[in-house]
């Protein structure tokens, strides 16, 4: 039998078409996953909707707006020191989620909150309810000043949203 032997120029071939070849493999695997660890990431409508930035100046003291986030109404109430010193006012027996006023407002002029009632998620009507704050025309839930549940179904108070004050007039919400 003969022995068959390689050359160099063979060897260098082989190894060539090796490299290559998994080279070839790799970059066309990166582009086939590509994709799919595309779609991982949040979509870039989800991402609009995760913060929101609200220039409160046009609002005036004793006004409300309200603005969309998530898909969600939030309450903005430039409250008036009326209204301060009635949510300070309450007495935490007679709250059936106790919270007070200091741990709902960063600053105490400005009530932001998440306009839905945690009864059913009716949309609660502002400036109405014995109250004074919202209420719930769905089943009667009546909020105060502060957004807390004073009487009817609902079991919670209004939700906080996460914010922060950007500086004296801008909020950032989410």
Known sequence: MAEHTLDAHEVDRRDFLCVATVGVTAVGAGFASWPLIAQWGAAADVLALATIEVDLAPVAEGQQITVNWRGKPVFIRHRTAEEIAAARDVDMDDLKDPQPDSERALRPEWLIMVGVCTH?????????????????????????????????????NLGIPDYVFTDDTTVVIG
Do not use: M
């Open 120 to 156: 059913l998620g009716c949309v609660p009507l502002g400036n109405q309810g014995e109250y004074n704050g919202w209420f719930c025309p769905c089943h009667g839930s009546h909020y105060d000043t502060s957004g807390r549940i004073r009487k009817g179904p609902a079991p919670d």
